[in-house]
């Protein structure tokens, strides 16, 4: 597998970060998941787009098993991150999750301090020795979560006493302190208002830099604001799924036209 390069001429090669083939998810009877295969570019916003119910959120959770934990989930199909099996019965989910973190559409800190919510992730997975590098871990993933300078006087404060907006770039805070590779967001912007919701944005571009992400979103505007790759999603097929620009002005499928022109939705 390539990593990204910069050839003479300046083009990237991405690497596939994650690849799914042959999804399939079922809750109980209800089939939500149709054969869903996909790449995940490293270094690349992939949008998921589609009408309610559609399975976004539940594809999202494929992706770092948090399927498991509904009991009558069943995945089937294979996704590999970095072309390791994330199935594998030897595949540690919590391993998993800190490597392929998640934000949620409400921002869900934990009833803990500023501090303590950004801390906990390392202190579970043992990434800090000293009190020293956790404080350093701390402040590295609330900067990279551009909130810093908000809450540095005040990591002691309880994280539920923020505001939202502020609340969901905790929570991002959080998915960053374990240092994951791929970070997975179902609609973070929802519960935010405008300012928040461009700030998230903005840092969801800078995150690409580090990480692949990979966001749920409802809002047309903010899909081809923030994303390179779109994958349209109907009744638990993907349609589509290709570049965003080409997505949003030429897309294939007449599905994918309808609902981005907002016939369908
Ligand atoms: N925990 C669950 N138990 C049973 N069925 C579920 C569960 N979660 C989702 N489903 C069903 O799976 C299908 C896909 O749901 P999903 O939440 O993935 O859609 P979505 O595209 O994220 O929708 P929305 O845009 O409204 O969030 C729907 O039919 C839904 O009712
Ligand atoms: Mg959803």
Redesign the pocket.
Known sequence: MNDMRLTERGVETKQIKMKARGVE?F??D?H??KSVDVDIEDHTVTA?I????????????CLNRM?DT?D??RVTGDIHLDGEDIYDPRIDPVQLRAKVGMVF?KPNPFPKSIYDNVAYGPKIHGLARTKAELDEIVEKSLRRAAIWNEVKDRLDAPGTGLSGGQQQRLCIARAVATGPEVLLM??PCSALDPIATAQVEELIDELRQSYSVVI?T?SMQQAARVSQKTAF?HL?TLVEFGETSKIFTNPEDPRTESYITGRIG
């Open positions: 998810v809750y109980g209800t939500a998941i998921f589609g009408p309610s119910g559609c399975g976004k959120s539940t594809f999202l959770r399927n509904i009558i989930c559409q179902d609609e749920v409802h999603f638990g």
